[in-house]
């Protein structure tokens, strides 16, 4: 029998976020939206507890579960819009607000687009290089290729050794990350094939531009603003789910557990299946034995403070790794006997 909590209508719940940060910027507070979403993830990921899998869905569901990151990605742009549309006319601190907000929304609506990209058609890829331009990664996708071809290996990004704080990673994961691409390019070229960084390269410039034509120096300040703000987002998401595995070895990555965080990021958490099947939808993900001790939100938070992260993550993944090597043994004398 299937309980409430596993009805997938509830992944509807992520589209709260931009709604909501409509309706914020509509009595312009954009810092209260920001301090209320923030406590209520946090406050909810605890009380609501852990991840529940859906099962016994239906063939065609995966194609029309589409129309949740579709949503988002749509509330999104409007909520830009609106931003967009203010940033001329307030005050100093609530444009930083709205860039603030932006910026954190763009990362939110990263992990959509990402579902978007993960599906197999050339609009779905075309328009998620559009979408994250707007996100302020126009690369991601091609970052992301070979990310998944070479997960375990920091020159490729996103992967921290153990005693790496985040303040160090997130530059030396995007430059890492960035000259990979320039190489991949390089290397294609040297193939007679097409460059791939051309179009990202030109629709972020173009971007600039727009933003700057339309709204002057505050525009731009506006859209790199957003841009800096999401990036670094995305990036402590990938040093949360790749933290200490360097290796490339089982698991490839952490998962988050917590119902409310796959709920609202369309299963970013389980990050390690996704890794196995990148193809597979994302209501059809299965959380691995790799759980991080929280939630996204809290994790967040945490890596902010690096002695914090590095005594509770540290600890973590010790442990973590004498349980498996404690059952791995186990099982060998069990074959033995």
């Known amino acids: 029998m299937t309980s409430s909590r596993e009805k997938p209508g509830w992944y509807w719940l992520s589209s709260t976020?931009?709604?909501?940060?409509?309706?914020?910027?509509?009595?312009?507070?954009?810092?209260?939206?920001?301090?209320?979403?923030?406590?209520?993830?946090?406050?909810?990921?605890?009380?609501?507890?852990?991840?529940?899998?859906i099962e016994n869905q239906k063939d065609d569901m995966a194609s029309t579960s589409i129309a949740v990151p579709v949503g988002f990605i749509c509330l999104w742009l409007l909520a830009v819009l609106d931003s967009t549309a203010r940033i001329k006319r307030v005050a100093v601190m609530e444009f930083v607000g709205l860039t603030v907000v932006s910026g954190v929304l763009g990362a939110f609506a990263m992990a959509h687009i990402h579902e978007v990209m993960h599906r197999d058609s050339r609009w779905g890829r075309r328009a998620s290089d559009i979408a994250m331009t707007l996100a302020g990664y126009p690369h991601y996708r091609l970052v992301h290729e070979l990310h998944h071809a070479h997960v375990g290996d920091p020159?490729?990004?996103?992967?921290?050794?153990?005693?790496?704080?985040?303040?160090?990673?997130?530059?030396?994961?995007?430059?890492?990350?960035?000259?990979?691409?320039?190489?991949?390019?390089?290397?294609?070229?040297?193939?007679?094939?097409?460059?791939?960084?051309s179009f990202p390269v030109?629709?972020?410039?173009?971007?600039?531009?727009?933003?700057?034509?339309?709204?002057?120096?505050?525009?731009?300040?506006?859209?790199?603003?957003?841009?800096?703000?999401?990036?670094?987002?995305?990036?402590?998401?990938g040093y949360i789910q790749h933290y200490g595995l360097v290796d490339g070895g089982d698991p490839v990555a952490w998962n988050a557990h917590s119902w409310l965080s796959n709920r609202l990021f369309v299963n970013n958490g389980l990050h390690a299946h996704h890794h196995l099947e990148q193809t597979l939808s994302y209501e059809r993900l299965k959380c691995g034995t790799a759980i991080l001790p929280a939630g996204y939100m809290h994790m967040f938070f945490l890596a902010l403070i690096p002695p914090l992260w590095f005594s509770i993550m540290n600890h973590h993944q010790k442990c973590w790794r004498s349980a498996i090597a404690l059952t791995s043994m186990e099982s060998k004398n069990k074959r033995a006997s």
């Open 202 to 237: 030109s629709m972020w410039l173009e971007t600039v531009v727009v933003f700057a034509y339309l709204c002057g120096p505050r525009g731009l300040l506006f859209y790199v603003g957003q841009c800096a703000i999401s990036i670094f987002v995305v990036e402590t998401i």
């Open 155 to 197: 020159q490729f990004g996103s992967t921290a050794p153990i005693g790496l704080s985040l303040w160090r990673h997130v530059g030396r994961s995007f430059g890492n990350s960035l000259t990979a691409v320039l190489a991949d390019d390089r290397r294609r070229l040297s193939q007679g094939r097409k460059r791939r960084l």
């Open 17 to 53: 976020l931009p709604a909501s940060a409509i309706v914020a910027f509509q009595y312009d507070q954009p810092w209260v939206y920001l301090g209320c979403m923030i406590a209520a993830i946090l406050v909810f990921d605890a009380i609501l507890g852990e991840h529940v899998a």
